[in-house]
């Protein structure tokens, strides 16, 4: 290799007539200012050089991971992509994307503005824009369609998926998959297909494959559903329809256009403040230690959540033992967990070699001994203090030294359960939620012994699972059902002065929430909480506002959906608007004395928010969550919160001081004696700094 020019984050060199430009921008080769006019100088040394053609190739483990999402929210500095990729386009000799790691956003549309794409197997690539509440603003809607038909260009676009060579090998969005994920052979590849094909391609200027109009329209439908109004992806679908009406200089200008505008909105910062959050939550300040090795996990119960969680465990390709009380729970839990990997390829979800593989990896059994070769061991046995510190004694006898063990509690103080056991610096809560294979989140709780390395450990179980993990300190329901149930009392409050629960829930899901909250308990199953309220009924403060109307409905059986009526009636599996629940609302409120009022839709929104916000300002000033950006993701990955408005704490910190002040009082004074107002405006403050940041920088200011 001859080195021929280093324009730092990119350089250039030559083998055999091939020249090779190499990004090299750790960690992920994000591709920002310096790297669009690095590309654009080595480009330009390569004009007159004699070659068979020129190779990009990302250095470090990846291509381009995407455009620096940093520079997204100012005013963009030249060269702006586009620029980039007409140079490539321009450029005398045949240009391949040579394709490793990731391939995303802008990195993926430099790919589609070369000649031609080869990827390693393992590489993974798309165009994520849609997520990030933008459109592609580089070509991805004009050149995708050209090779992989319009129906699948709206669907790539529109969901924003990551596609795996192979199947970007069989949509046409690259033509040949390397030998290895070997960098050496993916050079080899680069270099044969530009010897194979030694000309010039220019994507854009291609005629587009015939329309499948039955197809298009069915993917166009699925994926306004699932874009559920937001206004990006009616706009990503029209800008892909729009390659095949109009010449592409117009359609990439339009598609510029759109780009430039969506990403300076309030929903692309609100997204983009999301990614960082997300990313954030995946570490601890100060946190020293290397994470343990996992190669068997075990598990402790076989119910809802051990069954759940030894799925997710099984996806990610680990072994699992999994103990039951009896051989007759064992067989029933493993029973249960065949036959969801089989209804999973019934569905098509899974394919049947992997089901297999899974059954494979899975051993059931009814002797907590055989959990001794296990480096993690999660229990997931009745939420009961008494059973969980006895099965915490038995394992600390049984594991071997070092093994981390973990509980998926929902409520219990993990500190007591902790207390005794000679293993204490080995415990961390796993909090899952249901159904923990579905379900992103999960709360790694810190408990007062925990060691950096059983965190370190967590933390890198969660990635390995593919899961969202944020970090909590012990606390009654932790971060998220801390929050929750804060927002669900208030919810009833609500109800009890005078709403209906379809008013609440339908306020919820105009503001933006998957599921309201009366129809989430419903789903639930309101039982549970009936049984913790019971429980806790002798220590309640009389003084306290409560709502017994969820009592009420449970004691005339009506425990949910699973019982045929909650707060709704069901009729197959659909809510309805029920008449007892109407009647027994009516009879709570009247023994109350309270005269119903109406509501507006916007009362009930700020109410909801308020006490969301209020719960967490006090999450955050006990130090049960480390930052304000951990309480986002918590919401949007665990309880439905729109992603698109970034987490209530982002959302509020958009909110005039004023809106947020009448907002949390509303909520105090309708909880009454004993509720403990928190200093929210403190919690928001260095959010509304950023805010104030962005809008200078995108007026040039800064
Ligand atoms: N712009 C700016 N920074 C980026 C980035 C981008 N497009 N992609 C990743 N990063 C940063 C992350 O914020 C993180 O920074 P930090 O270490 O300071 O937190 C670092 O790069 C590593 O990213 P991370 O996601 O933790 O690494 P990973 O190995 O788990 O995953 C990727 C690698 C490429 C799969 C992942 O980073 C990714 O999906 N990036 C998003 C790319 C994207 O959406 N691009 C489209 C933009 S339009
Ligand atoms: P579940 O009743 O469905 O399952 C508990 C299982 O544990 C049963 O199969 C039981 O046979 C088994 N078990 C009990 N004692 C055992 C022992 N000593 N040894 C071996 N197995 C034993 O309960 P679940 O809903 O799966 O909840 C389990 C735990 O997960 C609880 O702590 C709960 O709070 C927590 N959790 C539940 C949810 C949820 O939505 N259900 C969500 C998060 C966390």
New binding site residues.
Partial sequence: MQMIHDAGVVRLEVQDAVAILIIDNP??N?GSTAVRAGILACLAKTADLDLAGVVILGGG??FI??????EFGAPLAAPELPQVIAAIEDSPHPVCAAIH??A????FELALGCDLRIAAPDA?MGL??VT?G?VPGAGGTQRLPRLTGIADAIDLVCSGRRVKAPEALRLGMIDALAQSSEVQDLIVAAISAIREAPHKRRLRQETMPAVDIAALRAVEEKALRRGKGRPNVAEAIALVKLSAEVPSEEALAKERASFQSFRLQEEAFALRHL??AE??A?RIDGLNAEPAAISRVGLVGGGTMGQGICRAVLAAGLPVTLVERDAEARDKAQDAIGQALDGAVAKGRLDADSAVHRKALLTASDDMADLADCDLVIEAVFEDMAVKKELFTTLDGILKPGAILATNTSYLDIDDMADGIARAAEIVGLHFFSPADIMKLLEVVRAKNSSDRALATALAFA?TLGKQPVVARVAEGFIGNRIYAAYRRHAEYLVEEGASPEQVDRAATDFGFAMGPFAVGDMSGLDIAWQMRKRQAETRDPATRYVDIPDRLCEAGRFGRKTGGGYYDYDAGKPQPSETATRIIHEARAEKGITPRAFTTQEVQDRLLGAILNEAALVLSEGVAARPGDIDVTLVHGYGFPRWRGGPLWWASGQPVERVATMTDATASAAGAGFATAEVETVLAPMRADRQEIEQRKSGHA
């Fill in positions: 960690p992920v994000a483990r990846t991971a995407g455009s620096d999402i940093r790691g990731a995303l956003g802008g990195g993974v994520p824009e990030l933008m990614f960082f990313r954030a995946t990635k």
